[in-house]
T-cell receptor
Framework: EAGVTQFPSHSVIEKGQTVTLRCDPISGHDNLYWYRRVMGKEIKFLLHFVKESKQDESGMPNNRFLAERTGGTYSTLKVQPAELEDSGVYFC???????????????FGAGTRLSVL | DAKTTQPTSMDCAEGRAANLPCNHSTISGNEYVYWYRQIHSQGPQYIIHGLKNNETNEMASLIITEDRKSSTLILPHATLRDTAVYYCIVRANFGNEKLTFGTGTRLTIIP
């Protein structure tokens, strides 16, 4: 079974440009999460999808960030326009279910390293 | 989410048991203790979680004190591949499901 996959693994863009990150969750996982680590800081939660609906977007830093999950499968995170402080590693995670037990464990992808120059 | 406190760094000799402590004195009754680790340049990796009973899986053991204010992750026979940053996270199992990562413990396995 494939794990959480993220694309691209690394993106280098100039300030003001647009970048779109993609996350493919584990097949059958309804819950999808985005996190990021910016330079020198801790990993921070961005948002949580349940299928195609945004359950919690309290961690989204500002309106330059737009996350979508059309059809409840893969998700994209668009940054437009990118700023220098957006540089960091963006992680995606998925879990099968909510509630108790093993089904709500979040499994992470390898991340996308975003460099804004 | 309750806050956790972990030592900044630890060393452990290869082949020995690595014991990583975590304090979570403000944990609520419905909050679980989760452990993840991040090996350099990889995404966080789930290790184990528990509520109040001790847990063991193929990777590690989790010992939670009776008052649930602290816990210890045990890697029984540490190898060089266990060198990583280990995160202790407390999280409600339903509702607010985001993981709140702190600074973690940087564990270095010494050959």
């Amino acid at each position: 079974e494939a794990g959480v996959t993220q694309f691209p693994s690394h993106s280098v863009i100039e300030k003001g440009q647009t970048v779109t990150l993609r996350c493919d969750p584990i097949s059958g996982h309804d819950n999808l999460y985005w996190y990021r680590r910016v330079m020198g800081k801790e990993i921070k939660f961005l948002l949580h999808f349940v299928k195609e609906s945004k359950q919690d977007e309290s961690g989204m830093p500002n309106n330059r960030f737009l996350a979508e999950r059309t059809g409840g499968t893969y998700s994209t995170l668009k940054v437009q326009p990118a700023e220098l402080e957006d540089s960091g590693v963006y992680f995606c995670a998925s879990s099968q279910d909510r509630g108790f037990g093993a089904k709500n464990i979040q499994y992470f992808g390898a991340g996308t390293r975003l460099s804004v120059l | 989410d309750a806050k956790t406190t972990q030592p900044t760094s630890m060393d452990c000799a290869e082949g020995r048991a690595a014991n990583l402590p975590c304090n979570h004195s403000t944990i609520s009754g419905n909050e679980y203790v989760y452990w993840y680790r991040q090996i350099h340049s990889q995404g966080p990796q789930y290790i184990i979680h528990g509520l109040k009973n001790n847990e063991t899986n193929e990777m590690a053991s989790l010992i939670i004190t009776e008052d649930r204010k602290s816990s210890t992750l045990i890697l029984p026979h540490a190898t060089l591949r266990d060198t990583a940053v280990y995160y202790c996270i407390v999280r409600a199992n339903f509702g607010n499901e985001k993981l709140t990562f702190g600074t973690g413990t940087r564990l270095t396995i010494i050959p």
